[in-house]
């Protein structure tokens, strides 16, 4: 996920970048109303907007935002009263945070509009994520792990990889970015929409199965005390030059059905 930070207050910005890139976020930071606008590209997927920056009201900026973009804005602000509230959603506002907040709510809203703005994948647009899948030995050829998020097939080396739909989506997510790590509590509430933190346990089980499954099981890396990622094996061949990754707009579905 790329995020745009705009915050002017480096005592608040640095110490925030660094807890939302931990969780696997990309985050690009400005400190002004002009400098967010230049940075709006089509590539940002979340926008955190303070209210108070050094050029413009930051009212002004996300009306400004929405005139150009539907990318999802969060308000972040110590502006608490209601009557600001609820101009910073008409204006088009996707969401509004108070500070001090706490990191872990910022985080599940930040997943949440995220969720809400993902286009579903279009057969016919759809064009499958090709990881190279480390080898068990260093003798060994390398497979191709295929992941196609629109007709919700896997295939390796060729063949093809039944999945429950968690495990399928649990890939996916992870197929996103290959070489990121994926936070527990942010797969949690990805594929189960879930926080609980009772279900790790699930979490666990469905890894092992997609591990054995996928016949590798160190294509699926944990990262202890943090989460799990894919581990991309650069110096294995990936078929038809296909880069390493989910094409863009192509996010994994996520079922509601547990």
Request: one cysteine or more; proline letters at 8%; hydrophobic letters at 45%.
């Amino acid at each position: 996920m790329r995020l745009l930070m705009v915050e002017d207050d480096l005592r608040i910005a640095r110490p925030l970048r660094a807890v939302l890139g931990r969780h696997g976020i990309d985050v690009r930071h400005v400190c002004t109303g002009e400098e967010a606008l230049d940075a709006l590209t089509g590539d940002v997927d979340v926008v955190l907007l303070d209210l108070n920056l050094p050029d413009h009201d930051g009212f002004e900026v996300c009306a400004r935002i929405r005139r150009l973009s539907a990318v999802p804005v969060i308000m972040v602000t110590a502006r608490a009263d209601v009557r600001s509230r609820v101009h910073g959603l008409n204006l088009g506002a996707d969401d509004y945070v108070t500070k001090p907040y706490d990191i872990a709510e910022l985080l599940a809203r930040i997943h949440a509009v995220s969720r809400r703005a993902r286009p579903e994948p279009r057969p016919d647009a759809a064009t499958p994520a090709v990881l190279p899948a480390p080898a068990a030995a260093p003798d060994d050829a390398p497979d191709t792990l295929v992941v196609d998020p629109a007709a919700r097939r896997v295939t390796v080396a060729g063949t093809e990889v039944v999945l429950t739909r968690k495990e399928f989506d649990l890939l996916a997510l992870l197929a996103q970015r290959p070489g990121v790590v994926f936070r527990r509590e942010q797969i949690m509430s990805e594929v189960w929409q879930t926080s609980w933190a009772g279900s790790g346990r699930t979490l666990e089980v469905h890894v092992a199965s997609l591990r054995a499954k996928l016949g590798n099981p160190r294509l699926v890396e944990t990262v202890r005390g943090v989460g799990y990622r894919i581990v991309p094996d650069t110096a294995a061949a990936v078929s038809a030059g296909v880069p390493a990754h989910v094409s863009p707009g192509m996010p994994a579905r996520v079922s509601d059905t547990p």
